[in-house]
């Protein structure tokens, strides 16, 4: 378990849920248009390049519906581009894990399922993936999940 301090991201949003395979549409649609019409580069106040895929405002836990969103993290939400959300994320605790492998066959979706099966004291506030230099390589790469934690 890892200490996260609070950050901000500004990206787009998809409210969606797990039940009748609605994400496995709602994502991946959300990632076509975040990376087809580029929208890291318009993102001020970025940090750094790196893509955060975060999964938020859960109903209850990851069977019901939440809200997932594709940005980049920032120093500050004082200019937010038409179109975007901004949102800042709280401290809190995380368990990390790492999706190896062949990112466009499911690499991250499998790590998820593992996680569902096996991930115990889930707080349901925010969890996240990030999809940085090591994920460059989509047919090898490496994308790091956090999952919120209670605190014990």
Excluded at 63 to 83: A, H, N, Q, R
Excluded at 109 to 124: D, G, L, P, S
Aim: hydrophobic fraction near 35%; include cysteine.
């Amino acid at each position: 378990m890892t200490q996260q301090k609070a950050f901000k991201i500004i990206g787009i949003t998809v409210r969606t849920t797990n039940q009748n395979g609605q994400a496995t549409q709602d994502i991946p649609a959300l990632w076509h248009r975040f990376m087809g019409n580029n929208l890291a580069a318009i993102i001020p106040n970025k940090l750094s390049d790196d893509i955060y895929c975060l999964y938020t405002e859960y109903e209850k836990d990851h069977t019901l519906p939440y809200t997932t969103m594709i940005g980049c993290k920032v120093s500050s939400l004082d200019t937010i581009p038409e179109g975007m959300t901004g949102k800042t994320i709280s401290a809190g605790s995380f368990t990390k894990y790492t999706a190896k492998g062949n990112l466009a066959q499911g690499a991250v979706y499998n790590e998820w399922k593992n996680i569902w099966a096996t991930a115990t004291n889930r707080a349901f506030t925010t969890d996240y993936e990030i999809y940085g230099a090591k994920a460059a390589n989509p047919e090898n790469g490496e994308v790091d999940i956090f999952v919120g934690v209670k605190e014990i």
